[in-house]
């Protein structure tokens, strides 16, 4: 089972950025997947971004399409999430998730960590 921490987060103004970081370990051959979830505040679930060590492919959220970027090094040892020109409606809990796919849902990652809190002012 992969262990995931996250970081980075913070109170940040609308425009600005913050680097989010994910520390992960324990991928057994199965597992080659990252993806960035977020939770608001009413409990709604959102994948923000995903990236897969097979080939490299990453996406992304319609929401987030060309602010927020996605980087890892081959091993998704360590994968970062930049997000750029944030809007306070990207208030939310940023948990990065393990597993073998690209699943839409939380519930199809194999590993999940707290989590990060980010909030944006207007």
């Known amino acids: 089972e992969v262990q995931l921490q996250a970081s980075g987060g913070g109170l940040v103004q609308a425009g600005g950025n913050l680097r989010l970081s994910c520390v992960a370990s324990?991928?057994?051959?199965?597992?080659?997947?990252i993806g960035w979830f977020r939770q608001f505040a009413g409990g709604k679930r959102e994948r923000v971004s995903c990236?897969?060590?097979?080939?490299?492919?990453?996406d992304y959220a319609d929401s987030v399409k060309g602010r927020f970027t996605i980087s890892a090094d081959s091993t998704l040892t360590t994968v970062n999430l930049q997000m750029n020109n944030l809007k306070p409606e990207d208030t939310a809990r940023y948990f990065c998730?393990?597993?073998?796919?690209?699943?839409?849902?939380?519930?199809?990652?194999?590993?999940w960590g707290y989590g990060t809190q980010v909030t944006v002012s207007s």
């Open positions: 990236t897969r060590s097979t080939d490299g492919n990453t």
């Open positions: 324990g991928f057994s051959s199965e597992e080659h997947v």
């Open positions: 998730v393990g597993g073998g796919r690209c699943g839409d849902y939380m519930a199809e990652y194999k590993s």
